[in-house]
């Protein structure tokens, strides 16, 4: 019979089982996890009444509410800077550098024309978004697919918002034979992360507040090319130096504002809008990049065929 003390549980538990004999990856980390949460538990000399609470802050982040529709867990990756930190392991230091996905990407967005509208918003500015997408060399990828989503100008999605229809502020687009992209949106406003949860109660008695920095998010993918899930950060937004996800690092644009009344009429605007670019810059499909790519090619790195 083993023989559980304070000092040997830990091994215990990492020894239980084939010891990664069927699933190694999964084991490695699986055995970091249990060393790192019975040093924390240790550390902190935990309660079993704290050891409760923390049971049901998990439990009650797993439920879907309308604020956060996939609920709270992806959410709490962001806002204790997990998510961002895998970001940044996994950059490359050439290419657009990656950032976080969020909780709030829909998949199969509305395709849409080069040029067209995102979305009905008629109280916000216009922003009128252009730029190309390249490879390493400045080359133009054609047809490369761009997905965007983006809150309203009130830093709402869609599927938060009963008043905007489903994929609104959402989009498709394929890049033209020169890697062009063009699109017109509303300048986002930042917003609040779900506050109503048991994430938004655990910033409050952090003292942390629950700011993003206004930011539009986009996926990229084209054969041959690492897929980039990525965003883009309006200068000139009062959270820029601390988004509680702690996501803002180069990618800043610039918003040019145009008020002149030739440019209105041009533009066929009736108040001033705005206009920005953005190149985006893919990297070639390694071994090493596919495998943070899906859990399919995880599946041939491991095991090829
Ligand atoms: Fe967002």
Partial sequence: MQKIALDAITEAVINHGDRGKSHPR????????????????????????????????????????????????HLLTDLLGISELVELLGDAHH??????????????????????RLGI???????????????????????????????????????QDP????????????????????????????YKVP???????????????????????????????TPLTTQIFMAGDPHLDSDTTFAVRSAVVQLQKHEAPEELKARQQSKPFYTTEFDFVLRPVTLTTTYQATDEHYAYITNPQ
Avoid: C
Avoid at 136 to 148: E, H, R, S, T
Avoid at 197 to 217: C, F, K, M, N, V
Avoid at 219 to 224: C, H, I, Q, T, V
């Fill in 95 to 116: 290419g657009t550098e990656g950032n976080l996905e969020g909780p709030l990407y829909v998949p199969n967005a509305p395709e849409r024309q080069m040029g067209d």
């Fill in 26 to 73: 999964l084991y490695e980390i699986y055995t970091s996890l249990v060393r790192h949460l019975h040093d924390f538990v240790r550390e902190v000399n935990l309660t079993e009444s704290e050891l409760q609470q923390g049971r049901n802050f998990l439990n009650q982040a797993s439920h879907h509410t309308q604020e956060i529709p996939t609920g709270e867990i």
């Fill in 163 to 190: 008043s905007q229809s489903p994929g609104n502020f959402r989009g498709r687009f394929k890049t033209n034979k020169s890697g062009e992209y063009r699109f017109e949106t509303v300048v986002p406003l930042g």
């Fill in 121 to 159: 918003d008629a109280e916000g500015d216009s922003l009128f978004l252009s730029g190309r997408v390249l490879d390493l060399n400045g080359q133009p990828i054609a047809n490369a697919l761009i997905d965007v989503w983006q809150p309203n100008s009130k830093g709402l999605y869609d599927i």
């Fill in 195 to 225: 506050s109503s949860g048991p994430s938004g109660e655990l910033l409050g008695l952090l003292g942390r507040h629950p700011w993003r920095a206004a930011h539009i998010h986009f996926k990229l993918s084209a054969p041959e090319y």
